[in-house]
């Protein structure tokens, strides 16, 4: 094995991108080293990139832009440092690949240093010209998805290139307890905060089941007694697995540890850029993994949506996992960073 590293670069927007990376720097030997705005004392911690006084949305303001790039607003200090940061690390340490989840800027900045670069790929419409340059550019694609999950759209060439890697999360959780009847609603980072009045309508209509909200999430005026709302918790993880059902959007993160967890899943997928979650819902949809509707349901719908996720087959959603996936992504990653730079592309 090299004992050059490999770099990952992690994108701040939503919760899905850390815990990917942390799973396969956990199955990696000490070889992965993170590098992201936010990671602090885990690896290189790198200035943020958003513009001050904005949410992010992926939009920076430029009317000159090149085509074969999606995010780069100019005259921004923040981008300077850190671009100079990531260079120097690539100086200094001489990676033997770097990984990408996600950032086109970030990927073209990599070859141009000279360093084989892995494109970590979500599902979605991404036919657009700086999406297919990272790809062409990319010594090979990960796919943090089963290929059943796949957008129609995607093109021949693309699929070849990826290596699809279901299952990568951090450890395998199973209940530490057994409370029947648990509906969990989970909201995610990338998104809006639940609306809790909605889902207060939603457990009253339901008085039989207890329903748990993580993620943030706004205070109803009137709490009923089955509904608990606990905001950010420390493990996602474990209260998916403690719940009997579990409502949420199609993010991979999510849909990752829903399936991890061999949990039924009403999804409502949220509007996303290049369809991302639209994509992966259509899959589950198709595969008969997860109940799926583009909006939150009427109070009076929740009944028979219970019934039909509860009623949906387990081994519609094992197909879709792979409880190895972290260490299978790892040791595919290691695999390349070990290969000559000739053999490089038979191995990705």
């Known amino acids: 094995m090299t004992h050059q590293p ?73 981008i300077r440092s850190r671009v100079a940061a990531i260079a120097q690390w690539i100086a200094a340490h001489r990676p033997a ?13 990599a070859r141009l ?52 890697l ?23 980072r990338g998104g809006k905060p639940g609306d809790g ?13 207890e329903w748990r909200v993580i993620g943030p999430c706004s205070s109803p005026l009137r709490i009923p007694s089955n509904l608990k709302i606990f905001g950010w918790v420390e493990d996602a993880e474990q ?8 409502v949420g959007a199609a993010g991979d993160g999510l849909v990752g540890s829903v399936l991890a967890a061999d ?17 992966t819902a259509r899959g589950l949809a198709a595969a008969g993994a997860a109940v799926v509707i583009p909006d939150w349901p009427t109070p009076d719908q929740w009944p028979a949506l219970i019934s039909q996720a509860l009623a949906f087959p387990d081994a519609a959603r094992r197909n879709l996992h792979d409880p190895k996936g972290a260490s299978a992504a790892a040791r595919w990653l290691c695999e390349l960073a070990s290969a000559s730079p000739k053999n490089l592309e038979q191995v990705a």
């Open 239 to 246: 209260a998916i697995a403690d719940a009997t059902l579990v």
């Open 166 to 188: 279901p299952g990568i999360t951090t450890r395998p959780v199973r209940s530490a307890q057994h409370t029947a009847n648990v509906i969990l609603v989970v909201i995610g």
């Open 263 to 279: 949990q039924p899943f009403i999804c409502v997928p949220e509007d996303r850029p290049f369809d991302e979650q639209l994509a």
């Open 97 to 109: 690949l770097l990984v990408i989840d996600v950032s086109v800027e970030i990927a073209m900045l």
């Open 197 to 209: 009045e909605t889902i207060a309508k939603a457990a009253l209509r339901c008085p039989q089941w």
């Open 6 to 78: 490999i770099g990952y670069y992690v994108h701040h927007h939503g919760a899905g991108h850390l815990a990917r990376a942390k799973a396969i720097a956990g199955e990696a030997a000490g070889q992965v080293v993170l590098m992201g705005t936010g990671i602090g004392s885990s690896g290189l911690d790198l200035t943020d990139d958003r513009i001050a006084g904005h949410d992010f949305d992926g939009a920076d303001g430029s009317e000159a832009r090149p085509n074969a790039l999606h995010y780069a607003p100019l005259y921004h200090d923040g």
């Open 113 to 164: 240093a000279s360093v084989p670069v892995v494109y970590v790929r979500l599902n979605g419409e991404r036919s657009d010209p700086p999406h297919l340059e990272a790809f062409r550019s990319a010594a090979g694609l990960l796919a943090p998805f089963h290929k059943k999950l796949e957008a129609v759209s995607t093109a021949p060439w693309v699929r070849a290139k990826t290596r699809y």
